[in-house]
């Protein structure tokens, strides 16, 4: 089951040029081409002919063209043309999905087009900003999004899977202050005089102990914002953390890294080692235990309910407000169910 009438990221902008580009969001396929005049088209990955998948197609000026017998689709997935014949029927149209371009990405609305509304996209400021430095990454993930989301939550984990990359040992010992506006959940953690981890101490330039500021953000319906904040009071190292995962199927996933920073500007070598270092390095080791975790979860036939910890304040914050949101979409469907049984 999926958050529906929310913005997903769906693809990083760069990745759409002049070739059909297919990916399946929350359980629907889409195709994602770029037209002639750079106009974004997301259309359901389907050729009303005979069901042919669009993205085998081609994009033809405005158009995508599909590969089988030539059906043309203009970015509003109406049919505008049918070879060898003069008139084409309304029904041959096909279902588009709105589609925006935010700093890097882009995010399609998945539910109800007539609802789509562009004030509820994330604000992510720092990305293509004068004045800062940024890099993106993407991974497909074999395992549920929220997966993805409760390790990012969850930051006590450093202290064990990250040890030889960003990880504190005294993480766990400082709790989180966790609070929840609307459907935002807020989350801050100070670890002072804590000793920096290896990758901490090299991009900081850190001899010895420092305070560790960590501020994040949860957002539906899957985005996590994260300034880190490291400082030894003559040294500051500053950065943002962006994360959003979007819900391919129910058990596998899109996940995004970026990050971005006002430091260091006018040395290259700073931007190329912390994606190194993430990118190539602690991200490998947060997909492989999560990929384990699914698994497990996967084969076994029944599991008793977790077990969760002090720490885990921040996972439950937001599980609470997406089992709110998950509650509000059911009872309105089933309201919507008896106004169409009514009319
Ligand atoms: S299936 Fe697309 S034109 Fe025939
Ligand atoms: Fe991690």
Redesign the pocket.
Request: charge should be positive; hydrophobic fraction near 20%.
């Given at each position: 089951m999926f958050l529906r009438n929310q913005w997903y990221a769906a693809t990083l902008a760069a990745d759409i040029g002049d070739k059909p580009f297919p990916r399946t969001i929350c359980g629907e396929p889409i195709v994602f081409f770029r037209t002639e005049t750079g106009r974004i088209g997301a259309l359901e990955d389907r050729?009303s002919?005979?069901?042919?998948p669009l993205s085998f197609g081609a994009v033809k000026g405005e158009t995508i063209e599909?590969g089988?017998?030539?059906?043309m689709f203009d970015c509003a997935g109406a049919c505008t043309h049918i070879p060898g014949q003069a008139s084409v029927p309304p029904r041959a149209a096909i279902r588009s999905y709105p589609v925006v371009e935010r700093a890097g990405w882009l995010f399609v609305w998945i539910g109800d087009a007539e609802q789509a509304d562009e004030t509820l996209l994330p604000d992510l400021p720092w990305f293509g900003a004068d004045g800062w430095q940024w890099w993106h990454v993407y991974y497909h993930g074999d395992a549920a999004a929220q997966l993805y989301i409760d390790n990012l939550l969850d930051i006590t984990h450093t202290a064990y899977l990250h040890q030889k990359t960003i990880g504190t040992p005294e993480v766990p010992d400082h709790p989180p202050k966790v609070t929840t506006e609307g459907t935002r959940v807020q989350v801050n953690r100070l670890n002072k005089q804590v000793t920096p981890a290896p990758f901490i101490a090299k991009w900081g330039g850190f001899p010895g102990k420092i305070d560790a500021y960590t501020d994040y953000s949860w957002e539906p319906p899957s985005i996590i914002k994260l300034r880190t904040t490291r400082t030894d009071g003559e040294r500051t190292l500053q950065y943002w953390l962006v994360n959003p995962v979007t819900p391919e199927t129910e058990t596998t996933a899109h996940f995004w890294f970026a990050w971005a920073s006002e430091q260091h500007l006018d040395d290259p070598e700073y931007k190329k080692q912390t994606y190194k270092g993430i990118a190539e390095g602690v991200l490998l080791e947060d997909f492989a235990m999560i990929e384990a975790q699914q698994k497990v979860i996967r084969e076994r036939a029944s599991l008793p309910p977790v077990v969760p910890s002090q720490a885990d304040a921040p996972l439950v914050a937001v599980h609470k407000v997406l089992k709110s949101l998950f509650q509000k979409q059911a009872a309105d469907q089933s309201t919507a169910g008896v106004t169409k049984v009514a009319s």
């Open positions: 050729c002919h005979r069901h042919a599909c089988y017998h030539g059906f």
